[in-house]
């Protein structure tokens, strides 16, 4: 059993930037690949970024490319998102996800986070 507490959430202008963080229970964070999600009112859950086992692979929704960084610190059991030159699109409920195995698959989340609102003012 993994248990995932988001934070970092919070409202900042367009152009700004936010680190949500993602605290993981547990003694097996390194048997898992993390990835991150969000949920904007009205629209289903889309997929942002995830990072491998040992954060030495990622992968990103081409809409955060370049703006956005996912890494873990195993030693801290938590899952970082770095999200710079935010824009009102990126308005959304963000979630962790945990899923077991080394790298991200599309074989969907095996635990979930609360998820943490960011909110992008223009």
């Known amino acids: 059993q993994v248990q995932l507490v988001e934070s970092g959430g919070g409202l900042v202008q367009a152009g700004g930037s936010l680190r949500l963080s993602c605290a993981a229970s547990?003694?097996?964070?390194?048997?898992?690949?993390m990835g991150w999600f969000r949920q904007a009112p009205g629209k289903e859950r889309e997929f942002v970024a995830a990072i491998n086992w040992s954060g030495t692979s990622t992968s990103y929704t081409n809409s955060v490319k370049g703006r956005f960084t996912i890494s873990r610190d195993n030693a801290k059991n938590t899952a970082y998102l770095q999200m710079n030159s935010l824009k009102p699109e990126d308005t959304a409920v963000y979630y962790c996800?945990?899923?077991?195995?080394?790298?991200?698959?599309?074989?969907?989340?095996?635990?979930w986070g609360q998820g943490t609102q960011v909110t992008v003012s223009s």
């Open positions: 996800a945990a899923q077991y195995g080394g790298r991200w698959s599309g074989a969907g989340a095996d635990y």
């Open positions: 547990g003694r097996t964070f390194s048997s898992y690949a």
